[in-house]
Structures are given as structure tokens and as C-alpha cells.
């Protein structure tokens, strides 16, 4: 399939104090390393990519200072909620107006009606499509990010681009920013339960591309995680605890 995403996960550049990041320790990780090279994206960002031959495995990891610098957005393919396109061309199309620093893709989506997305999307406090029972990666009104769970209040329902859906009110806070993605992977330093038994056979426990964003520094930075995957020789992808124990070395 050419087109896969349906919405991204973008990282705005706003008027930015100087920032820095401490450097990526190939010795946390937990498996050997024969690359690892960074790159300084801007003030309090920057993008290493990692190589392991023992996966193997390619790694790219986006690094981002939060504070007073660094905002995310949810990038939609399309103005409603059917519709799709590719990561590339969403942060592209983005980067005509705003200045971006990089994004990944995001959720999982329908193909019928095509591209709607499976769990919540918000954009701009707009909703897009309704919360599921699946976690989501959002943004509050005072930019603090949060996986978290949400849920219609008032236990509305809605049908594929109602227009009522705009103005529908989301607890347990109504986030300026939000798009779906499962499951959780790790929540305090440890990792989640469902990662061996999460989604259709072969979904956990076997090896795919992933995507995954994390939190850490008490909400202060932001870690977008892409590896590659279904590349035999050169990268093979994760099974999810593999991703989950990669995110808590990182």
C-alpha cells in the first residue's frame, strides 16, 4: 500500500530561549550499537540515528526540549476525518506556513469510510473524530503533553464528519492537541502489560515498523521514536516489548 499515515504528529518551532540536550549514551541502550550519529536540528532539538546489527535494527529518535520552546500539533491529511496522506507530504504541506521542526505519523485508520482515524483526533481544540477506549497523546490549554484516555462527556454520539462534532466536549480535560496511537508502553519507568498481548495475533509479539512518542523530564521533553521495520538485513523491526524497553533506555 503507497499510503499508509493518515494523520501526523508535528513539532513546532516557536520563539525559542537557547536550549540543550544532553548527549545520546550508546551504553544505556539495551543492545550493542556500531552507529550512532546526532544531528542538531535546532535550538533544543536534535535527531540521532541508531544502528544495531544484533536486530538488526534503524533507529531514529527526535529529542525535544519542551519548555518555552516546542509545541505539538496533530496534522490531519484532509479537513474532516475521511481522507489520508502521506507523513511526508503532511509535514511538508505544514511547512508552507509554520515552521516545523519534524514529525512522525499516527493511529491507525479505517478503510472504509477511508482514513478516519480509530481513536481521538483534535486539532486546534477542534475535534475531529470521537475518543475510543484506546490512550492518546494530547496537549493541554497550557501546552503540558499527557498519554492519556479520553472520553465524550455528556455520552454523546456521532456520526463520520458530524458538524455538531467540532463543538463536542472531551474529559477529563478538553485537549488542544490529540491523536491516537496503542497501546501504552510504559508508564513510570516500567513497562505496560499489554505489550505482549496487545491487537490481533502476531501484533505484539511479532517484529514491525513502529512509531511511538514518549514523555519524560516531568513533561519538559518530548522523544518521537520511529524504527524501521520489514527490511530483511537491514532492519527488521520491534516486537512491542522491544519498543517499550527502547523507549524506558532512552
Request: net charge positive.
Amino acid at each position: 500500500m503507497a499510503v499508509r499515515p493518515v494523520l501526523g504528529l508535528a513539532v513546532l518551532i516557536s520563539a525559542c530561549v537557547h536550549a540543550s540536550l544532553p548527549p545520546l549514551n550508546p551504553a544505556s541502550l539495551p543492545f550493542a550499537t556500531d552507529t550512532v550519529r546526532t544531528q542538531r536540528v535546532s535550538d533544543g532539538v536534535v535527531h540521532h540515528f541508531i544502528y544495531s546489527p544484533s536486530g538488526p535494527w534503524a533507529i531514529h529518535v527526535l529529542d525535544i526540549r519542551l519548555d518555552r520552546c516546542y509545541s505539538a500539533v496533530a496534522v490531519k491529511g484532509a479537513s474532516g476525518a475521511v481522507g489520508r496522506a502521506k507523513t511526508s507530504d503532511l509535514m511538508r504541506d505544514l511547512a508552507q506556513t509554520r515552521d516545523v521542526a519534524g514529525g512522525v505519523n499516527a493511529d491507525f485508520f479505517l478503510f472504509a469510510p477511508p482514513g478516519v482515524p480509530t481513536g481521538a483526533l483534535v486539532s486546534a481544540g477542534r475535534v475531529i473524530t470521537p475518543p475510543s477506549k484506546q490512550p492518546v497523546f494530547a496537549v493541554d490549554s497550557s501546552g503540558a503533553p499527557h498519554i492519556t484516555t479520553l472520553e465524550l462527556r455528556g455520552g454523546a454520539s456521532f456520526a463520520v464528519d458530524d458538524t455538531a462534532l467540532a463543538h463536542a466536549s472531551l474529559g477529563p480535560f478538553h485537549p488542544m492537541e490529540a491523536v491516537g496511537g496503542r497501546p501504552l508502553l510504559a508508564r513510570d519507568s516500567l513497562v505496560a502489560g499489554a505489550v505482549d498481548t496487545e491487537g490481533q495475533p502476531g501484533f505484539a509479539t511479532g517484529r514491525h515498523p513502529r512509531t511511538a512518542v514518549g514523555i519524560a523530564n516531568g513533561g519538559k521533553r518530548l522523544r518521537l521514536v520511529v524504527v524501521d521495520g520489514r527490511q530483511a538485513g537491514y532492519s527488521d523491526g520491534m516486537t512491542l516489548r522491544e519498543m517499550a524497553n527502547l523507549l524506558l533506555a532512552l
